[in-house]
């Protein structure tokens, strides 16, 4: 959905958005990471954009949840998303601005838009990538796979002979390498 600047209100606009959990992957198909995270439930979205001087006031509410793999046992498994969205929309900057420019926090909560319109799409998607743990776990005490043997040590006990060893690589050495 793309929102045109020209045609908001002084007082601004309000914006239900609404899309099935396809949306997200079709929205992110160039981003690598993006391969790796499902939608578990549709997006919903209620947006207001309000037009300032010069740029535009974004604030509103996300509620979905995406299905990750937990990275210490590998299980799918589902986070809840239920997010405030608060940032300006600046125009672009001009083409006299030096590549490199110093950050201050305010200038966190800080998009670009095309100067014409405002891809809300986009907005939405980036938003829910950057809500997504970095290091998603299915549990806070989640205790992994063992390196030796790779059972799930959340659904059973290592059947590891020997359990001294320090080293991920230690299973190789069992290997049989034929010339």
């Known amino acids: 959905m793309k929102v045109r600047v020209d045609e ?4 601004g606009r309000i914006i239900h958005f609404h899309e099935l959990p396809n949306w997200f992957s079709s929205r992110m198909e160039t981003t690598e990471d993006a391969r790796e995270i499902t939608l578990a439930r549709p997006v919903n979205v209620d947006l207001e954009l309000i ?3 010069g740029q535009v006031r974004l604030s ?3 509620r979905t949840a995406v299905r990750l793999a937990c990275s210490r046992c590998v299980q799918d498994f589902v986070v809840e998303l239920d997010e ?3 940032m300006v929309l600046l125009r672009p900057l ?4 030096p590549e490199e420019i110093d950050l201050r926090p305010q200038d966190l909560d800080t998009e670009f838009y095309d100067g014409v319109t405002i891809d809300v799409d986009l907005i939405v998607a980036e938003q829910i990538f950057l809500t997504i743990p970095q290091k998603p776990l299915c549990q806070p005490n989640c205790r992994g ?3 030796g043997c790779g059972v799930d040590l959340n659904q059973a006990s290592c059947v590891c002979e020997n359990k001294a060893s320090g080293s991920a690589f230690d299973v190789l ?3 049989k390498i034929d010339p």
């Open 8 to 11: 908001l209100p002084d007082g």
């Open 94 to 97: 001009p083409a006299e601005t």
């Open 84 to 86: 405030s969205m608060d």
């Open 51 to 53: 037009p300032e001087t």
């Open 60 to 62: 509103g509410h996300l």
């Open 145 to 147: 796979i063992c390196l």
């Open 173 to 175: 050495r069992s290997m």
